[in-house]
């Protein structure tokens, strides 16, 4: 068995699960998750390389596309369904595409993973060009509808990256940019679910956010570009105004509506 099968894969290191106690169970898997952020830590160099070359391409009107199966997929499109209403850029900025389509996003869609054209078509249906960036997400390192993916994004020009927890996977060797997060054993083993999935959820916060302070859509600390789609987001955008301008709640609200923005508010009064 090649190495990289035997970091995700290998047997957990409890046993006899069912014979523990809730808190035993809870504790154990809390030792565990305790290992996670301290190895996405090892791979920031990597993270880093990617958010700057996707800093460069979004100023030219480049993309971000994630593609990936199961829990690796739905992640993907978590992150970048989260943009438009935090930062404010439009939907079509940052893409997550999964093996299987969007019935997959809620049910399994059997062998999906396994198709290596898939991607490339489901890529080209969004008019990919060599601006745009194609980062794969794969546990295992290993699913064929990512590894077509890459390859043939690769082929035509953009660049790729890949968040893996098998290093040296062929995933991994298939991108410019390989993020590899070795997170050990899983608790119950081969549940990629949990450890995996929680470091990648971390790289994805990361390179995200990362590339919208990079970009301009943070300013100080703050979420000045979010949408303001709901009761308790238009009190956050008042309060940031109010504590940016100095001003009460009232006038911050009344700003708020004639600007449509927080940032927009800002600019306008300071």
């Known amino acids: 068995m090649s190495a990289y099968h035997k970091i995700t894969e290998q047997t957990s290191l409890y046993d006899q699960l069912e014979n523990m106690s809730t808190d035993d169970i809870l504790l154990n898997m809390n030792n565990e998750d305790q290992k996670v952020a301290l190895a996405v830590r090892e791979v920031v160099p990597a993270i880093s390389k990617l958010v700057d070359e996707l800093a460069i391409r979004f100023v030219d009107g480049g993309r971000l596309f994630y593609i990936g199966a199961g829990t690796s997929g739905r992640l993907g499109i978590l992150d970048a369904s989260e943009i438009p209403p935090t930062f404010g850029l ?52 290993t699913t064929p509808y990512v590894i077509g993916g890459v390859k043939d994004a690769r082929a035509n020009g953009i660049l790729t ?16 940019i390989p993020i590899e997060v070795n997170v050990g054993p899983e608790f119950v083993t081969g549940s990629t679910r949990m450890k995996s ?39 956050r955008g008042a309060r940031f105004i109010m504590e940016e301008l100095h001003i009460d709640k009232d006038r911050a609200l009344a700003l708020l509506k004639k600007y449509g923005s927080v940032k927009a508010a800002i600019d306008a009064e300071k």
């Open 197 to 235: 999935g929680t470091s990648q959820k971390l790289v994805l916060n990361m390179i995200s956010t990362a590339l919208m302070i990079k970009i301009g859509r943070v300013e100080g600390n703050k979420m000045v570009n979010m949408q303001l789609n709901n009761n308790k987001l238009v009190d």
């Open 90 to 141: 439009t939907h079509e900025r940052v893409i997550g595409l999964i093996a299987g389509g969007d019935t997959a996003i809620r049910k399994a869609v059997e062998f999906a993973e396994d198709d290596t054209k898939q991607a490339w078509i489901d890529l080209k249906e969004h008019r990919i060009t060599a601006k745009d960036v194609v980062v794969g997400i794969a546990a295992s390192g």
């Open 161 to 176: 990256a890949c968040i893996t927890n098998n290093p040296g996977s062929p995933l991994a060797t298939s991108v410019d």
